[in-house]
């Protein structure tokens, strides 16, 4: 049967709402697709980053801690003249009752 069939008596008007509801729930089909899938991507994205800034938080530290070790602060300071006490540090005691 062709669809000319169904015009012969002209344009079937009590269909209309049901065809535009069926075109409104199709589109609203579509762009809700698209839009998981944006937003899909999007996260894929900002996982990705986040695995990047990880990754630098983790080399920053590990650079942090290795430079703030004692032996190393000793040679860095080194250089501008500075040398380690050999002397271990002692409590300075102030008597209480002058104050």
């Not at 032996?71 to 002692?90: H, I, T």
Request: glycine share 4%; proline share 4%.
């Amino acid at each position: 049967m062709k669809l000319e069939a169904y015009f012969e008596e002209g344009f079937p008007v009590q269909y209309l709402p049901k065809v535009l509801f069926v075109v409104l729930l199709s589109l609203i089909y579509i762009s809700n697709t698209h839009f998981a899938e944006k937003t899909t991507r999007k996260i894929d994205k900002i996982q990705t980053e986040v695995e990047d800034l990880r990754a630098d938080y983790t080399t920053l530290k590990a650079d942090i801690m290795y430079a703030s070790k004692q032996s190393e602060v000793a040679r860095r300071v080194k250089e501008m003249g500075l040398k380690e006490s050999l002397n271990p540090p002692y409590k300075v005691v102030v008597d209480g009752s002058e104050y």
